[in-house]
């Protein structure tokens, strides 16, 4: 399966692929320096559903998140951040680090799925193109540290 032919067939993808890693891992936990707003409010909320089962609030938890019933001292959010959060911040250390990881790999996730969909519409040339222009992405790369419900809606999109 893994030969070498293979393998240096796939090289380019393999590099756009560690490219992009590298461009959201380097510095996660410095740079944006601080959790604020609606990502605090993901963090914590995650935290809490994995340590009680219930958000801070004690009025929500997973089982109303699938019937959208919203918490009462907040406005509408994306349920998915607790979920996708929840394993993470509530196994690592309370920190910038264990907040971003998660959407880290999902973002780079998403440079291979634009790869995969680009091959499949035009050629592996045009997928590599725009697999390296998302991996560059400047915006693509902020949202990556981010703990916003924007990085895995562009996954879950293209996924679809």
């Given at each position: 399966?893994?030969?070498?032919?293979?393998?240096?067939?796939?090289?380019?993808?393999?590099?756009?692929?560690?490219?992009?890693?590298?461009?959201?891992?380097?510095?996660?936990?410095?740079?944006?320096?601080?959790?604020?707003?609606?990502?605090?409010?993901?963090?914590?909320?995650?935290?809490?559903?994995?340590l009680t089962g219930t958000d801070i609030s004690g009025t929500?938890?997973?089982?109303?998140?699938?019937?959208?019933?919203?918490?009462?001292?907040?406005?509408?959010?994306?349920?998915?951040?607790?979920?996708?959060?929840?394993?993470?911040?509530?196994?690592?250390?309370?920190?910038?680090?264990?907040?971003?990881?998660?959407?880290?790999?999902?973002?780079?996730?998403?440079?291979?799925?634009?790869?995969?969909?680009?091959?499949?519409?035009?050629?592996?040339?045009a997928g590599l193109a725009a697999s390296f222009i998302a991996?560059?992405?400047?915006?693509?790369?902020?949202?990556?540290?981010?703990?916003?419900?924007?990085t895995p809606a562009i996954f879950f999109y293209l996924l679809?």
């Amino acid at each position: 399966m893994f030969t070498k032919k293979n393998l240096l067939n796939n090289l380019p993808l393999l590099l756009i692929i560690f490219l992009a890693f590298l461009l959201r891992f380097i510095w996660i936990d410095k740079v944006p320096n601080a959790v604020g707003g609606d990502e605090l409010t993901y963090v914590v909320n995650a935290r809490a559903m994995f340590l009680t089962g219930t958000d801070i609030s004690g009025t929500w938890n997973p089982l109303t998140g699938f019937i959208f019933k919203y918490p009462a001292y907040t406005l509408p959010q994306a349920e998915l951040p607790y979920f996708l959060l929840a394993p993470v911040v509530g196994l690592l250390d309370f920190s910038l680090f264990s907040t971003r990881i998660t959407y880290v790999f999902i973002s780079v996730a998403s440079v291979f799925l634009i790869y995969l969909i680009t091959k499949a519409l035009f050629n592996k040339n045009a997928g590599l193109a725009a697999s390296f222009i998302a991996a560059i992405n400047p915006w693509s790369i902020y949202m990556a540290r981010t703990a916003y419900e924007t990085t895995p809606a562009i996954f879950f999109y293209l996924l679809g």
